[in-house]
């Protein structure tokens, strides 16, 4: 058969091209590194900090600055089966675990502070309800635990924080193009997994939350995110919120402020609610 110098390149072309499609195919397949992509989302939000020792030539670990927030937001709020138009307030910590709400219209507050804090969950009257005698009413509501702590543990810094500490059981995927990190839960959350979703720039925009408990399968979604601190501190909150179980939609909440300076937030539990948790652990 005659050498004809074409054909020879076309072969070479397809040859060529064909390895950098298996080699392209092959480079997807590798799942991304979970430390790498960790450390991405993280950065993304804003919640690490590093600093150097002497000249700059040692690096000191990461410090997850984020502890205590507080933001404010408007929207609308199930209530009972029922979308309630509401002023949301919300004040968190993560060390220790807890979570405290306030419902409010026209300056009205609607309905009890709903609280949590690790595997304690109450309804306060008035903020300290309970602490001392005739301050106000603490009623238990340890039913709540599980609900209260997922929404705390769904927000984008619980979501990195629960996904370093679970380890090795937190695997990292593309799904659709998009980096996906799912991993359990544990302690009073155990058997729920989340999966997070997270977008170009690596901040996370949906949660999705798996278990047996139909109250703790939820879909979130985050968007518009930037730093809406009083003072600004470099650490980025989404400005919309919209949490769902099902069909039904728990929140859709714009933000207003997000304060994100660790601010001074204490969650004491009352006696009563103490009390009630031994009774209820019997």
Not at 243 to 267: H, P, S
Request: hydrophobic letters at 45%; charged letters at 20%; a neutral charge.
């Amino acid at each position: 058969m005659p050498h004809v110098p074409g054909i020879a390149r076309a072969v070479v072309v397809v040859a060529v091209a064909g390895l950098a499609g298996v080699q392209t195919a092959t480079a997807q397949q590798k799942p991304p590194d979970r430390a790498t992509v960790l450390r991405t989302a993280a950065d993304a939000l804003g919640m690490v900090r590093w600093s150097d020792i002497g000249a700059g030539t040692t690096r000191l670990p990461g410090i997850d600055v984020v502890n205590t927030m507080e933001f404010w937001a408007n929207g609308t709020v199930d209530v009972g089966g029922k979308a309630v138009k509401t002023e949301y307030h919300a004040a968190i910590g993560y060390n220790p675990t807890a979570m405290r709400v306030e419902l409010t219209a026209g300056g009205k507050r609607q309905g009890p502070f709903q609280t949590v804090r690790d595997t304690f969950a109450w309804d306060e009257s008035e903020l300290g309800a309970g602490l001392a005698p005739g301050q106000g009413t603490a009623t238990p509501a340890m039913g709540a635990v599980r609900e209260r702590l997922l929404h705390l543990w769904t927000l984008p810094y619980g979501v990195v924080k629960a996904a370093l500490a679970a380890g090795d059981k937190t695997t990292v995927a593309v799904e659709g193009g998009a980096t996906v990190i799912t991993f359990p839960l544990t302690g009073a959350l155990a058997g729920v997994t989340v999966k997070a979703t997270l977008d170009s720039n690596s901040l996370i925009t949906r949660v999705e939350t798996r278990a047996d408990e139909a109250g703790l399968t939820t879909v979130t979604e985050y968007s518009n995110y930037a730093d809406r601190a009083e003072v600004l501190t470099d650490i980025k909150s989404p400005g919309r919120i919209v949490r769902k179980q099902g069909t039904r939609t728990l929140m859709d909440i714009e933000v207003k402020m997000w304060e994100t300076n660790n601010l001074y937030l204490v969650f004491p539990v009352p006696p009563n609610v103490k009390a009630a948790a031994v009774a209820n652990s019997r």
